[in-house]
């Protein structure tokens, strides 16, 4: 959590505030949904989402970053590939809610 908003070493008061933070958001979640299931659906849509268009996309994407930046050249199949897959990846984005 704290990697994500950026902080590299958080003190011991935001270890504390984060906890009770998300301790309080998942309890109040608890007292309001009633039926689980729709809770486990929701995170089996998302994770069947993310490693069938995701997960392949980005690591495509990543894999030609990393050869353009090392001075591979990049032809135009392999661009055309690179915007393919930024569609697939919004499309898993949107297929996952």
């Known amino acids: 959590l704290f990697?994500?908003?950026?902080?590299?070493?958080p003190?011991?008061?935001?270890?504390?505030i984060a906890t009770i933070g998300l301790l309080g958001?998942?309890?109040?979640?608890?007292?309001v949904l009633r039926n689980l299931g729709f809770v486990?659906?929701?995170?089996g849509a998302l994770l069947g989402s993310a490693i069938i268009y995701i997960f392949p996309s980005m690591m495509?994407?990543?894999?030609?970053?990393?050869?353009k930046k090392i001075g591979n050249e990049i032809g135009r199949r392999?661009?055309?590939?690179?915007?393919?897959?930024?569609?697939i990846?919004?499309?898993?984005?949107?297929l996952g809610i």
């Open 3 to 9: 990697s994500a908003l950026g902080v590299k070493s």
């Open 11 to 16: 003190t011991s008061k935001q270890n504390k």
């Open 60 to 67: 495509w994407i990543s894999k030609l970053k990393q050869d």
């Open 25 to 31: 958001l998942l309890t109040g979640l608890a007292m």
């Open 78 to 87: 392999k661009k055309l590939e690179f915007v393919l897959n930024h569609g």
């Open 89 to 94: 990846l919004g499309l898993g984005f949107v």
């Open 40 to 43: 486990v659906a929701f995170g």
